[in-house]
């Protein structure tokens, strides 16, 4: 029989597909929507600590290849978010959740994860250090010094389980360097990637979204190369007890199926979520499942993180 279940920390997951963060996330319906599809779990827009309108539209694009977006994070704050997910898990037969937060300083961060600390919550967060898109904020893990100096405060009153949204890193060095990082703390997971930061996509002569003069995150097929290399870079680098979420280019089950192998435990699905809608989930999971009962598979222990090599 095979199975797609998995686990992240002691959370056990029916299915090992869920959305990304910033797709299908931003209202109670959608999340519920999601919750009654065949994914996993849902993860949260990511709530700030009031609620944003976002930047100016068209924010969004979907292209040939994937997709641009300039969201800006809007969101009707955590508190929204935070009030929903302690509603779920009241719930006969829910699933374990992800709450998407971040600040936008660390002052803020730390308010929020303090309120999440003090709530009901028993789910697991995501704490965003990659959105691109907030005009004046850099990407935060992209500054290892910040990086490193908000993970230690947030583990002196932070006690429930807690994972990172990732941007993509393109250097070996950089690879080492944020994994030596991440190791130092009692992390539960890390999600790789967020969209590659600040491409532009044009149509005719103009940019194909406003803000930032059409500078946005890109997502989709352009992505999954950068996405694999994340997930592997990261499998081999980080301990075992912290485990991976795999984000970018997933639209067939053949793309889950390769996440899985360089190492992931959860697979998000973005633009193809965007583009296809919540009954994505069903065909993603009928073609993993083709694939992994065509290869001998029963259940994802037995394919993840063994990509192969070509050896001499
Ligand atoms: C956004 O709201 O701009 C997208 C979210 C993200 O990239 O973190």
């Known amino acids: 029989m095979v199975s797609t279940q998995t686990t992240i920390g002691d959370f056990h997951f029916d299915n090992c597909l869920m959305n990304a963060a910033g797709v299908f996330c931003m209202t109670k319906d959608e999340l519920a929507a999601i919750e009654q599809s065949a994914a996993g779990s849902f993860v949260t827009k990511t709530g700030t600590l009031t609620k944003r ?44 959740h992800f709450l998407s937060v971040v600040g936008m300083s660390p002052e803020e961060t730390h308010h929020i994860l303090k309120a999440v600390q003090a709530s009901d919550y028993q789910g697991l967060v995501e704490l965003n250090l ?22 230690q405060e ?16 393109f250097d070996m060095v950089h690879f080492d360097q944020a994994a030596q990082i991440f190791n130092q703390f009692p992390l539960t997971f890390v ?51 912290i485990r991976i979420v795999g984000t970018g280019g997933v639209k067939s089950g053949r793309d889950a199926f390769e996440h899985i192998l360089c190492g992931a435990s959860m697979v998000q699905l973005g633009t193809v979520l965007h583009q296809e809608g919540p009954e994505v989930f069903t065909r993603i999971t009928a073609e993993l499942k083709a694939i992994m009962k065509i290869k001998g598979y029963e259940n994802l222990a037995d394919f993840r993180g063994k990509l192969r090599y070509i050896n001499d």
Do not use: W
Not at 154 to 169: I, N, R, S
Not at 201 to 212: C, G, L, S, T
């Open 53 to 96: 309108e976002g930047n100016p539209k068209p924010r969004y694009a979907d292209t040939a290849l994937g997709s641009i977006n300039s969201m800006g994070l809007p969101n009707f704050g955590y508190q929204y978010y935070l009030d929903y997910v302690i509603d779920l898990q009241k719930q006969d037969g829910s699933k374990p």
């Open 130 to 151: 990659s959105c691109p898109n907030v005009p004046g904020k850099p990407q935060i893990a992209y500054d290892f010094e910040t990086t490193q100096n908000i993970l």
């Open 154 to 169: 947030v583990f002196t009153y932070y006690q429930k389980p807690l994972g990172l949204k990732l941007p993509p890193y």
């Open 191 to 241: 999600n790789c990637i967020n969209s590659i930061g600040n491409g532009l996509v044009i149509e005719d002569e103009q940019a194909v979204i406003k803000p930032k003069n059409g500078f946005g995150g890109i997502g989709g097929d352009y992505v999954k190369p950068t996405a694999l290399a994340n997930v592997h870079a990261f499998y081999q680098r980080l301990k075992p007890s």
